[in-house]
């Protein structure tokens, strides 16, 4: 076995904790096709976005949650509208899971103004105010305290909004976790914390990069308590997490939910996938979150083949229609570049930034005004040095032909 990967009798797909020994009882027959058609969706549009950045469609980073859908569409389809979730850089599937519409996730991956950033922010920085998907975000747990400050808010307004926070098991590591589960303790905030472990930290496995590997109980010591959930078992997240909503929502009880997963992709389009074997992706791909859940509706008259096949084609040309769009959008013109960087208005103090082609500073959002300033300067220094104004500079002692010593 090559060093870093993955030994033996750690935690695979058929020990994954809480919902593999569990049969939950199916949901309407309305709910599970949502569920599989949402969860079908998500993969799709995945396999897509990897293809298209292939073609360098898409720029920048890309990292893709094939494997992962079970955890998204069970946490989000039992969130209420008014409640906010907040992700990592892998939400592509969060933000179409709360009803972002996948042309505009597609637009923001090929940096277009249809994105939902404006083709500003890419693959890792998908943002809907209006679903209240609040980002994702791309500093490993960055989105923890903001997660907080979400259900900060929402308590100091007496509102009974929930905020979930879903991040990767590398994010336990980070400084601000232990931060955050304190004060979220402390203060009694709504907000449930999940914690995506689909076992590896890039690719450092999660026995190799946290000394507690049960991350349930990670955050104890902080007075968060938690549970572990089959993270490829839709129904298991959806039972689980709705009861954390609820003790969130009701009895302002934050809490830990650890939710084992497994991504079938790399950590990005850019990882070649040394750090683990391929027996052991095909244990997991054993266990496919769609596929297991599709058949168990066949098997149970919910749905039929047909039905199961036009879910697939409905998905494909959503998918497909996405992609015609993204790539029918324009770019945003080069001289918005330095939009939005800079605030400035009679209640909010404008930042200012200094132009090196003159002298004198002026606000940022006047950028575009800063060649005119250079321009007029130029103008004026160059009338300045003609001769027919040798009495205005002498006027104001400006006396290049006399030595230094002898002006006074």
């Avoid at 890309?62 to 989000?76: D, S």
């Avoid at 996730?105 to 950033?117: C, K, N, P, Q, Y």
Wanted: charged fraction near 30%; charge should be negative.
């Amino acid at each position: 076995m090559a060093e870093g990967k993955t030994k033996p009798g750690r935690a695979t797909a058929s020990t994954d904790g809480k919902g593999t020994s569990k049969k939950l009882k199916l949901p309407d027959g309305s709910t599970c096709r949502e569920l599989l058609s949402l969860m079908a969706l998500i993969r799709r549009f995945e396999e897509e976005a990897g293809r298209q950045y292939q073609r360098a469609k898409a720029g920048g980073f890309l990292h893709l949650a094939i494997g992962e859908e079970a955890t998204i569409v069970g946490t989000t389809s039992v969130m209420r509208d008014e409640d906010y979730l907040i992700g990592t850089y892998r939400t592509h599937g969060h933000a179409i899971a709360r009803g972002t519409h996948p042309n505009n996730v597609m637009a923001e991956l090929f940096g277009r103004v249809d994105g939902t950033s404006g083709g500003r922010g890419g693959s890792m920085h998908i943002f809907d105010l209006e679903k209240r998907f609040m980002g994702g975000y791309g500093i490993v747990g960055g989105n923890l305290p903001l997660a907080a400050g979400l259900a900060l808010s929402s308590d100091y307004r007496g509102t009974d909004e929930v905020t979930v926070c879903m991040f990767g098991d590398g994010a336990s590591n980070a400084g601000n976790f232990g931060e955050t589960m304190n004060l979220a303790a402390l203060w009694s905030l709504p907000v449930v914390f999940l914690v995506e472990n689909n076992l590896y930290g890039m690719g450092t496995a999660i026995e190799r990069h946290s000394a507690v590997t049960d991350l349930a109980h990670k955050a104890e010591g902080m007075g968060i308590p938690g549970v572990r959930v089959d993270g490829m078992d839709v129904l298991a997240v959806r039972e689980t997490v709705s009861e954390h909503i609820r003790l969130a929502r009701d009895e302002r009880t934050p809490t830990l939910v650890e939710a084992f997963t497994y991504r079938y992709r790399g950590h990005s389009a850019a990882d070649p996938e040394v750090y683990r074997e391929k027996e052991e992706v095909e244990e997991w791909q054993r266990k496919d979150p769609i596929e297991n859940f599709a058949s168990r509706l066949i098997k149970e008259n919910v749905i039929s083949e047909e039905v199961l096949q036009s879910i697939r084609d409905e998905a494909d040309k959503t998918v497909m229609a996405a992609v015609e769009f993204a790539d029918a959008s324009p770019e945003p013109p080069l001289d918005s570049l330095y939009d939005f960087l800079y605030i400035g208005s009679d209640r909010v103090p404008g930042w200012y930034a200094v132009d090196e082609r003159s002298p004198d500073s002026h606000p940022g959002e006047d950028e575009r005004k800063a060649g005119e300033r250079a321009r007029e300067l130029a103008q004026r220094g160059a009338a300045y040095a003609e001769p027919e104004a040798l009495s205005l500079r002498e006027a104001e002692g400006d006396r290049p032909d006399t030595a230094p010593e002898d002006v006074h």
